[in-house]
């Protein structure tokens, strides 16, 4: 469908038809992807409002429907985070979606997570636009949405984050974004390898990481055969010096494994972004 659509689409409007085409050339020029990987790229964002727009009417029709590969992924992750408290009770657990297949299922995801580990709610920062086919809060009450963009209390994101991670113990944290997503400068980011190249990579989580101590739990999502399944990394100890580059590592795994259903394809910046101080 996702396929048909854009195909359609791409014959009256353009702008369609170029953002397909750049997100596949990305991923074969920049990333050296097989041809056939790349183009199935070209129609990531249609698949990602198919996936946003049957989980958001669905849950509409039916409160709280969640489908069975998807709460069965919430249980693994759940027993997941349950494992890193028993062994260190003491240290918070940042579970860390990366930007792939849907930022709805993301978030229905994390709300059962949140559910199993017997929290009221969970703190989930994000900068994807809310209520675009609804209200989102009536639909994921256990939710609480800390919102970057346009958020006039941004300045004290940090704080209410530190506060979340303090009170429940986990937190929500997308630490795959990239450089070119951030509003302030100078870019608060950390020197990475990527590619065999120097990049950049979001630092926010590693301040607060260091802070508290904190796990990071970095997973992803994907979507074939009409059903979800879940890639998941080994935990970071977001103390130690080399987490930044273990997180890197990661993030090009994921984009080498499922670039065509990461979220942002297509943007020229990249991780490359201020790749010198």
Same mark, same amino acid.
């Given at each position: 469908?996702a396929?048909?659509?854009?195909?359609?689409?791409s014959?009256?409007?353009?702008?369609?038809?170029a @953002?397909?085409?750049?997100?596949a050339e990305?991923?074969r020029?920049l990333?050296?992807?097989?041809?056939s990987?790349?183009?199935?790229?070209?129609?990531g964002a249609?698949l990602e409002?198919?996936v946003?727009q049957?989980?958001? /009417?669905?849950r509409?029709?039916?409160?709280?429907?969640l489908w069975?590969?998807?709460?069965?992924i919430?249980?693994e992750?759940?027993q997941?985070?349950?494992?890193?408290?028993?062994?260190?009770?003491?240290r918070?657990?940042?579970l @860390?979606? /990366?930007?792939y297949?849907?930022?709805?299922?993301?978030i229905?995801?994390?709300?059962r997570?949140?559910?199993?580990?017997?929290?009221?709610?969970m703190?989930?920062? @994000?900068?994807?636009?809310?209520?675009?086919?609804?209200?989102?809060?009536?639909?994921i009450p256990g939710?609480?949405v800390?919102?970057?963009y346009g958020?006039?209390?941004?300045?004290?994101?940090?704080?209410?984050?530190?506060? @979340?991670l303090?009170?429940?113990?986990?937190?929500?944290?997308f630490?795959?974004?990239?450089?070119?997503?951030?509003?302030?400068?100078p !870019?608060?980011?950390a020197g990475?390898t990527m590619f065999?190249?120097h990049?950049?990579?979001?630092?926010?989580?590693?301040r607060?990481?260091?802070t508290f101590?904190a796990h990071?739990?970095p997973?992803?999502?994907? /979507?074939g055969q009409g059903?979800?399944?879940?890639r998941?990394?080994?935990p970071?100890?977001?103390?130690?010096?080399?987490?930044?580059? !273990?997180?890197?590592d990661?993030?090009?795994?994921?984009l080498?494994?499922?670039?065509?259903?990461?979220?942002?394809a297509g943007?020229p910046?990249?991780?490359?972004?201020?790749?010198?101080?």
């Amino acid at each position: 469908m996702a396929k048909a659509a854009w195909t359609l689409h791409s014959l009256f409007n353009c702008d369609v038809l170029a @953002s397909g085409r750049i997100r596949a050339e990305i991923g074969r020029d920049l990333l050296g992807l097989p041809k056939s990987q790349a183009n199935r790229a070209s129609v990531g964002a249609q698949l990602e409002s198919f996936v946003d727009q049957r989980l958001h /009417f669905g849950r509409q029709l039916r409160k709280l429907e969640l489908w069975p590969d998807l709460d069965a992924i919430a249980r693994e992750l759940a027993q997941r985070v349950e494992t890193l408290k028993r062994e260190a009770p003491d240290r918070p657990v940042f579970l @860390s979606p /990366f930007h792939y297949v849907s930022q709805y299922a993301n978030i229905v995801l994390v709300e059962r997570v949140g559910q199993l580990l017997g929290l009221e709610s969970m703190a989930v920062v @994000s900068g994807v636009l809310q209520n675009q086919y609804g209200d989102d809060h009536a639909l994921i009450p256990g939710i609480k949405v800390l919102y970057t963009y346009g958020d006039e209390h941004r300045n004290n994101l940090g704080v209410r984050v530190a506060r @979340s991670l303090k009170r429940d113990g986990v937190a929500v944290l997308f630490a795959d974004v990239p450089p070119f997503t951030m509003h302030r400068y100078p !870019m608060q980011t950390a020197g990475v390898t990527m590619f065999g190249k120097h990049a950049r990579i979001h630092n926010g989580i590693f301040r607060l990481g260091e802070t508290f101590k904190a796990h990071m739990l970095p997973f992803y999502l994907r /979507f074939g055969q009409g059903k979800f399944s879940l890639r998941s990394f080994p935990p970071l100890d977001l103390s130690v010096a080399t987490a930044p580059q !273990m997180l890197a590592d990661y993030i090009e795994t994921a984009l080498l494994e499922n670039y065509e259903q990461w979220l942002p394809a297509g943007h020229p910046a990249m991780y490359a972004f201020a790749p010198t101080h």
